[in-house]
T-cell receptor, first 113, second 113 residues
Framework: GEDVEQSLFLSVREGDSSVINCTYT??????LYWYKQEPGAGLQLLTY?????DMKQDQRLTVLLNKKDKHLSLRIADTQTGDSAIYFC?????????????FGTGTQLKVEL | NAGVTQTPKFRILKIGQSMTLQCTQD?????MYWYRQDPGMGLKLIYY???????DKGEVPNGYNVSRSTTEDFPLRLELAAPSQTSVYFC????????????FGEGSRLTVL
């Protein structure tokens, strides 16, 4: 089955760039997602990338995908205190109906002044 | 539109008690999911449904049951609650589109003592 791994914590200074990393194991065509969870709330989709793409940029967010190494990263430029949250990587396998997403453990991002 | 509504938000149960977590959506999405979130463990899929009348097990279904009699409602039942079921439970929905974005409720925090 799929396994998605992330480091648990990341601390950055306000204004710096943050890079959150994720590794996944499924080798079939898939969508990969980044979700954000603020305290006491559910998860919200930040961005996603399909496995035939290498990069996707959306304002301050840049997603990089290395399919050979099964490595996904999320870069947040000019990190702000409002970016402090837990960030989850998730993988959706398209075989078998594509009905399930597998989430990573989440990376807690702390932005310091 | 309310989106995905979960009740209750908080609940304390004694070992052996039973209860139902309610999830209602007004987005007319066919797919619905129940996840549990434990610290450092990410989200684990308990059960999911691809439409009214159809449910299937996820990664961690033991100790839980679900039903899906309507498109809108997807209740999660805990029978004989155990301390291992102390967790935050999230209900989510998605459309049938390719991107597979999940829409989450705000969560239900359950403590079993």
């Amino acid at each position: 089955g799929e396994d998605v791994e992330q480091s648990l914590f990341l601390s950055v200074r306000e204004g710096d760039s943050s890079v959150i990393n994720c590794t996944y194991t499924d080798s079939s065509s898939t969508y990969l997602y980044w979700y954000k969870q603020e305290p006491g709330a559910g998860l919200q989709l930040l961005t996603y990338i399909f496995s035939n793409m290498d990069m996707k940029q959306d304002q301050r967010l840049t997603v990089l995908l290395n399919k050979k190494d099964k490595h996904l990263s999320l870069r947040i430029a000019d990190t702000q205190t409002g970016d402090s949250a837990i960030y989850f990587c998730a993988e959706r396998e398209l075989t078998g109906g594509g009905n399930k997403l597998t989430f990573g453990t989440g990376t807690q991002l702390k932005v310091e002044l | 539109n309310a989106g995905v509504t979960q009740t209750p938000k908080f609940r304390i149960l004694k070992i052996g008690q039973s209860m139902t977590l309610q999830c209602t959506q007004d987005m007319n999405h066919n797919y619905m999911y129940w996840y549990r979130q434990d610290p450092g463990m990410g989200l684990k899929l308990i059960y999911y449904s691809v439409g009214a009348g159809i449910t299937d097990k996820g990664e961690v279904p033991n100790g839980y049951n679900v039903s899906r009699s309507t498109t809108e409602d997807f209740p999660l039942r805990l029978e004989l609650a155990a301390p291992s079921q102390t967790s935050v439970y999230f209900c989510a929905t998605r459309t049938g589109g390719n991107t597979g974005e999940l829409f989450f409720g705000e969560g239900s925090r359950l403590t079993v003592l």
